[in-house]
C-alpha cells in the first residue's frame, strides 16, 4: 500500500505482516495453529468520498492486492474500511475510527477477518492484530488472528484450526 492518506488512513492501513516466506505449525493451549507469512503487493485503490461532509463518517477505501508466498504468487486479497467515527483532521488525541474487513484468496480456500482501527493524520501505528472471522475450502472452520505490519505490507497469519 502506498503512504498516502486515506480516509485518514494510510492505504497500508488496512493490508496484511512478517516477511514472506513458508508456513510452519505448531500446537498451542492443546489446539494446532498453522503460520502462513504473506506479503502483498498493491493492484488496485480507491477512496470513496461518500460520507458526512464536516466529518467524514462513511467514507471509505478499498484496496486489492497480490499476494506472495515464498517469492510466488498465491492468490489476492480485498480490502474495505469505512470511517466510522471521528473527523476530517484526526489527531493522536481524538483519532478517526475505521472499520475494515477483508478477505485472503488463496489457492485453497479464503480466509476471512475484520478489525476497527485508530487512525490518526500519522497512519497507524504497526504492527496490529486482526481477528480471523472465517473461512472456506482449506481454511473452512478456521479462527485465530493475523499480525499486520501495513507499512511493509507484511502479514503473519497465525490459524487455529478446529473441527467441524
Aim: proline share 4%; aromatic share 6%; hydrophobic share 30%.
Amino acid at each position: 500500500m502506498a503512504a498516502a492518506p486515506v480516509l485518514g488512513l494510510s492505504i497500508a492501513g488496512c493490508q496484511a505482516s512478517a516477511s514472506p516466506s513458508s508456513q510452519s505449525q505448531g500446537n498451542e493451549g492443546g489446539g494446532s495453529y498453522e503460520v502462513i507469512h504473506l506479503h502483498g503487493e498493491t493492484t488496485q485503490s480507491k477512496r470513496i468520498e461518500n460520507g458526512d461532509h464536516a466529518t467524514g463518517v462513511g467514507n471509505q477505501v478499498l484496496i486489492t492486492e497480490k499476494l506472495v508466498r515464498d517469492g510466488n504468487k498465491d492468490g489476492f486479497s480485498a480490502t474495505r474500511c469505512t470511517q466510522v467515527g471521528g473527523s476530517l483532521n484526526p489527531t493522536p488525541e481524538k483519532p478517526n475510527t475505521q472499520l475494515c474487513s477483508g478477505v485472503y484468496s488463496l489457492g485453497n480456500g479464503q480466509i476471512t477477518w475484520q478489525n476497527t482501527l485508530a487512525v490518526t493524520s500519522q497512519g497507524i501505528p504497526a504492527p496490529w492484530k486482526t481477528a480471523i472471522t472465517g473461512g472456506t475450502g482449506t481454511y473452512a472452520n478456521a479462527r485465530g488472528y493475523v499480525l499486520v505490519n501495513g507499512a511493509a505490507r507484511d502479514y503473519t497469519v497465525y490459524l487455529v484450526r478446529t473441527s467441524s
